[in-house]
T-cell receptor, first 112, second 113 residues
Framework: GEDVEQSLFLSVREGDSSVINCTYT??????LYWYKQEPGAGLQLLTY?????DMKQDQRLTVLLNKKDKHLSLRIADTQTGDSAIYFC????????????FGQGTELSVKP | EPEVTQTPSHQVTQMGQEVILRCVPI?????FYWYRQILGQKVEFLVS????????KSEIFDDQFSVERPDGSNFTLKIRSTKLEDSAMYFC???????????FGSGTQLSVL
């Protein structure tokens, strides 16, 4: 079945780059997403990539998609303390009514 | 920037009671969703809704659950007889098209005692 996995924790120093990784099992996804959740808040859509793309860059964010290895990553350049949050990857599928399959989230801790 | 709004932010109820969670999706969106996140677990899909009917639902979404769009702006999730295991954060989401980027509300934390 469909499954998405992420490592649970990542700790970096302010100013460094962060790379959050995600693996998935079902390669028939249409879009892959990164959502950010700050404490007490909802899920904020950070960026997304269409499944026929390899890379997408959006300011400090770079998404890489390796379809062969079913691996998605999110790189945050010049990580700031305000980037501390839980980051979720998720995938959606054609003709499944907008159902997203989420990973368990990676808690990013940015130390000054 | 338009956003999905959910009310209330917290809801406490007794087991067996009915609850209604409310959502106002983004105004030009056509697809509406409910997801939930039990503490320490993954965010799980419950149901999607389009053109006034359910388009997809998960195994979790049994007869105890129902959704409704009672007017042009609100989208509700009703749990008829709450159980302890219904305690979770419930997220509403909407999108302009199906399987396209979903925008989520900030959630309703439901506690069933």
């Amino acid at each position: 079945g469909e499954d998405v996995e992420q490592s649970l924790f990542l700790s970096v120093r302010e100013g460094d780059s962060s790379v959050i990784n995600c693996t998935y099992t079902d390669s028939s996804s249409t879009y892959l997403y990164w959502y950010k959740q700050e404490p007490g808040a909802g899920l904020q859509l950070l960026t997304y990539i269409f499944s026929n793309m390899d890379m997408k860059q959006d300011q400090r964010l770079t998404v890489l998609l390796n379809k062969k290895d079913k691996h998605l990553s999110l790189r945050i350049a010049d990580t700031q303390t305000g980037d501390s949050a839980i980051y979720f990857c998720a995938e959606s599928f054609y003709n499944q009514g907008g159902k997203l399959i989420f990973g368990q989230g990676t808690e990013l801790s940015v130390k000054p | 920037e338009p956003e999905v709004t959910q009310t209330p932010s917290h809801q406490v109820t007794q087991m067996g009671q009915e609850v209604i969670l409310r959502c106002v999706p983004i105004s030009n969106h056509l697809y509406f969703y409910w997801y939930r996140q039990i503490l320490g677990q993954k965010v799980e899909f419950l149901v999607s809704f389009y053109n006034n009917e359910i388009s997809e639902k998960s195994e979790i979404f049994d007869d105890q659950f129902s959704v409704e769009r009672p007017d042009g702006s609100n989208f509700t999730l009703k749990i008829r007889s709450t159980k302890l295991e219904d305690s979770a954060m419930y997220f509403c989401a909407s999108s302009r098209q199906g399987s396209e980027k979903l925008f989520f509300g900030s959630g309703t934390q439901l506690s069933v005692l």
